[in-house]
């Protein structure tokens, strides 16, 4: 559980950057080398590649060097981990209401009775 | 959509800790007073009140105040805004799979034809 507690937290700082969620979106469609994911940022290239460091580093992406072209992919099932913690927060609110709703259904009953 | 994007870095932001999580968690079963939220947690007031101030500013959570109480509610619309993005990856996907599929069954009519 505390892996999973620290990859959301490297998940969700890594999602905490317009041009990082771009990435994504971008690696969405299909791998890319670094330079086709940089063309569209005016920025230089050392702080884009911080940028695509974080999202290695969140396990997000991965990158394979082959020759001089470095080339990203991205990693859904670590993308799909961090959507899940959002399931689960839905899971406790549809707890919460099945409560409610055994409680409004308990006091109906009570109501009827009298 | 600037303002979309600007909302996204804040939540991201915000989920990018474990404390803040376990505030967002606790307060899907249900609004909960400051002191209430910071009891689980072994660290000072002030520094759990920071965690408070990040989540607030974020739009995850609303607080008000009565007497000396101040309580906080979750803001599950602006939770639901930041799931929402991982449901445009998925839409991004889905498309590309689609293009795939066109793809092999032009293909598979090309070499039926031949």
Same mark, same amino acid.
């Given at each position: 559980m505390e892996n999973y507690s620290t990859s959301l937290n490297g998940a969700f700082h890594a999602l905490a950057d317009p041009t990082r969620r771009a990435v994504i979106a971008r690696l969405g469609r299909g791998p890319a080398s670094i330079k086709e994911l940089a063309e569209?940022? $005016? $920025?230089g290239l050392p702080s884009f590649l911080k940028h695509i460091k974080v999202l290695e580093s969140s396990g997000l992406i991965a990158s394979e060097k082959v020759g001089r072209v470095r080339t990203c992919t991205l990693r859904r099932e670590n993308l799909a981990a961090a959507e899940k913690w959002f399931d689960e927060q839905r899971a406790v609110w549809a707890s919460r209401y099945e409560n409610l709703d055994q409680l409004l259904t308990h006091l109906k009953g009570e109501n009827d009775e009298s």
């Open positions: 569209p940022f $005016g $920025g």
